[in-house]
Structure formats: structure tokens, C-alpha cells
């Protein structure tokens, strides 16, 4: 079956625009997550959906980040007005179920390399 | 403040040698513990976990140890391979939804 897919795979833009990261779980995950991994450091939680809500952002940085799962599968990741410390490998992970305690096997996408110029 | 770390950024091990990855915590939450390996471009893929009800776990030639009172776990590859060659991350469950990662460690296996 297939993993968990990522695009686009890179992305360069300028200062003050706005992109969207798009990620495809594992059918049948209801559980995912994005992570954001900067030059040097590993993965650093953002924000983990439970079917369509987001049941913890607490990992976004700042109001211009949100992202979205409207059905349940597919979420999107969306930044405003970019600035050049967003630069950085963006994650998307799914599992099968998720919370917070015990076993909770994260598959892994590619990720979207994000570059701001 | 890191509550995953990972002190050695790099580690070099010869070919059919032991490689041991080093891994601390300080959240007392935590409650599951991943080994995770990645490659250039890839994805970070799952390697081996452990409960923090267990003080070992074995899968083929990888190993992880816990000492909970120490607060520090290890990854044990034996004998190492050439197509170990990557970074690898130690990662906790159990303090949040997500994954608490540590900043990685690249092993570099010799021929």
C-alpha cells in the first residue's frame, strides 16, 4: 500500500507570500501530524488532527500557521506572509491512532522542503 | 530546553563493529520510547521502540536499552552495516501528542 505522500517536495518563495503544503496519510490513519525539522535539529511537533479536528496546535509557532483536514484525510498546511526563519524540511506523519500515552507508531512522509528567499 | 537529547552529533564505527547511539530524557511523562532512522531526502522511517514497562527490546541485529532511573536509553546495532549509514533519532511518546525528538545522531559505518 502506499505510504504517506508529500507535495509538493520542494518550494521556493519569496518573503511575505503565502503557501500551502499539501500531505495524504496512510488510508485509513485517523490520526496526523505535522513536524517541522530546521538545518541541525530534529523534528519539532506542530499540530496533530484526530479525524477532521485539530485536537493540538499547540506546536505552531505563530498565527501564521493553520493548517486543515476538512475530510478527514488529506491536510493541508498553510503559511502567511513567509519570512526567512520559516525555511526549514516540513513533516507530515500519520498513524492509526493517536493521543498521547503508549504505543503510537508514526509513519512518516518525505517532507516538503521549504525555502524562503 | 531540550527533553530529548542526543549529545554525540556524529559517530564513526567500523564495518561488523558495535555501534551504540546514546539517547537522555528529562519529562518524567514520558511513557514510550522510538528509535527512528533517516536518510538524505527521506522521510525519518520507524526502527525499534520500547515500553517504558520493559528494560529491553530486541529485533534482529537492533537492540534498545532503558534505564529509567537514569532517564537514558540506548540503541544497539550488531554487527553494524554499511547500509546503516544514516542519522538516527531518538524520540519519546507520552509528554504530548506529538513526538518529542532528539537532534539526531549520524552514524557513519567504515569499511
Known amino acids: 500500500g502506499a505510504g504517506v505522500s508529500q507535495t509538493p517536495s520542494n518550494k521556493v518563495t519569496e518573503k511575505g507570500k503565502y503557501v500551502e503544503l499539501r500531505c495524504d496519510p496512510i488510508s485509513g490513519h485517523t490520526a496526523l501530524y505535522w513536524y517541522r525539522q530546521s538545518l541541525g535539529q530534529g523534528p519539532e511537533f506542530l499540530i496533530y488532527?484526530?479525524?477532521?479536528?485539530?485536537?493540538?496546535d499547540s506546536g505552531l509557532p505563530n498565527d501564521r500557521f493553520f493548517a486543515v483536514r476538512p475530510e478527514g484525510s488529506v491536510s493541508t498546511l498553510k503559511i502567511q506572509r513567509t519570512e526567512r526563519g520559516d525555511s526549514a524540511v516540513y513533516l507530515c506523519?500519520?498513524?492509526?491512532?493517536?493521543?498521547?500515552?503508549?504505543?503510537?507508531?508514526?509513519?512518516f512522509g518525505p517532507g516538503t522542503r521549504l525555502t524562503v528567499l | 530546553d531540550q527533553q530529548v537529547k542526543q549529545n554525540s552529533p556524529s559517530l564513526s564505527v567500523q564495518e561488523g563493529r558495535i555501534s551504540i547511539l546514546n539517547c537522555d530524557y528529562t519529562n518524567s511523562m514520558f511513557d514510550y520510547f522510538l528509535w527512528y532512522k533517516k536518510y538524505p531526502a527521506e522521510g525519518p522511517t520507524f526502527l525499534i521502540s520500547i515500553s517504558s514497562i520493559k528494560d529491553k527490546n530486541e529485533d534482529g541485529r537492533f537492540t534498545v536499552f532503558l534505564n529509567k532511573s537514569a532517564k537514558h536509553l540506548s540503541l544497539h546495532i550488531v554487527p553494524s552495516q554499511p547500509g546503516d549509514s544514516a542519522v538516527y533519532f531518538c524520540a519519546a511518546s507520552g509528554g504530548a501528542d506529538g513526538l518529542t525528538f532528539g537532534k539526531g545522531t549520524h552514524l557513519i559505518i567504515q569499511p
Open positions: 488532527f484526530q479525524g477532521t479536528g485539530a485536537a493540538d
Open positions: 506523519a500519520s498513524s492509526l491512532t493517536g493521543g498521547r500515552r503508549g504505543y503510537n507508531e508514526q509513519f
